[in-house]
Nanobody, 115 residues
Framework: VQLQASGGGSVQAGGSLRLSCVAS????????MAWYRQAPGKERELVAL???????RYADFVKGRFTISRDNARNTVYLQMNSLKPEDTAVYYC??????????WGQGTLVTVSS
């Protein structure tokens, strides 16, 4: 499985961005997909998760502002980010787990939010 993320950029506080991640390869083996982020000097953390069964989970710090969605026909997972804050500044990574528990990561896309 290969993951290609896009959609990062620079935005002012209160603005919006939408990240996209396209999966290729053995896409039928994919179960969960998610977005993680890593800010400078911090550990990578889970932002949002979308399971193959339709469950959606969010980190507390993005609830009500971010929405994760999956388009299985396009093999794509999205992260709609609204009401962005400077503390959302990070490199955002797309993640997938297959049915055998193997992990896959995209290359990361930088989101910068200025105050």
């Amino acid at each position: 499985v290969q993951l290609q993320a896009s959609g990062g950029g620079s935005v002012q506080a209160g603005g919006s961005l939408r990240l996209s991640c396209v999966a290729s390869g053995d896409i039928f083996s994919i179960d969960d997909m998610a977005w993680y982020r890593q800010a400078p000097g911090k550990e990578r953390e889970l932002v949002a998760l979308a399971t193959s069964g339709g469950t959606r989970r969010y980190a507390d710090f993005v609830k009500g502002r971010f929405t994760i969605s999956r388009d299985n026909a396009r093999n794509t997972v999205y992260l709609q980010m609204n009401s962005l804050k400077p503390e959302d500044t990070a490199v955002y990574y797309c993640y997938a787990e297959d049915r055998w528990g193997d992990d896959y990561w995209g290359q990361g896309t930088l989101v910068t939010v200025s105050s």
